[in-house]
């Protein structure tokens, strides 16, 4: 099987506003329901949910050939919850927006150490089995390993 894709599915303070993060998450229940209803029928999507007050955000890996598809449906199932159009991330952006998310420079109090433990429930949320899921796993750990990095060498504490 070749190397799984990585992508984003985003509704963000930052490009979306709060009300909208907040219809996303009124309406989770139904996003849910579509990813379970992917890695159900495909056993070949690992994700993880980073859910905080300012983004609700889910990180797929998936075959090359299936990703851009589940990402679109996840996106539409957030469109219908939230009236918002998901940003979808992939490629150089998608990392710059994981290093930018997990070294807290997009957070509403710049820099804040909370996100680091909201990325750790998230990756102990997130499924441990299936096809892509070690790696998301593993660019997860290094991402928030890179962001305490960033944090040191711009002198801020972490804990």
């Known amino acids: ?5 990585i992508m984003a599915i985003a509704v963000n303070r930052k490009i979306h506003g709060y009300s909208y993060v907040e219809k996303v998450k009124r309406g989770w229940e139904a996003v849910v329901k579509r990813i379970a209803e992917i890695t159900e029928k495909s056993q070949s999507m690992g994700y993880v949910v980073l859910d905080t007050c300012s983004r609700q955000e889910i990180y797929i890996a998936a075959p090359e050939d299936r990703i ?11 469109a219908r919850a939230s009236s918002a159009d998901p940003r979808i991330y992939g490629g150089l952006e998608l990392v710059e927006h994981m290093l930018r998310v997990l070294s ?5 109090a710049p820099f804040e150490k909370d996100i680091l433990d909201q990325i750790r429930r998230a990756l102990n949320r997130a499924p441990q089995t299936g096809y ?4 998301l796993y593993n660019i997860f750990r290094e991402a928030a390993e890179l962001s305490i990095g960033i944090r040191r060498d711009l002198g801020i504490m972490v804990v």
């Open 104 to 108: 807290g420079s997009e957070s509403p």
């Open 68 to 78: 851009y598809s589940y990402a679109r449906e996840i996106g539409e199932a957030m």
């Open 132 to 135: 892509g899921a070690k790696i």
């Open 1 to 5: 099987m070749p190397e799984p894709e």
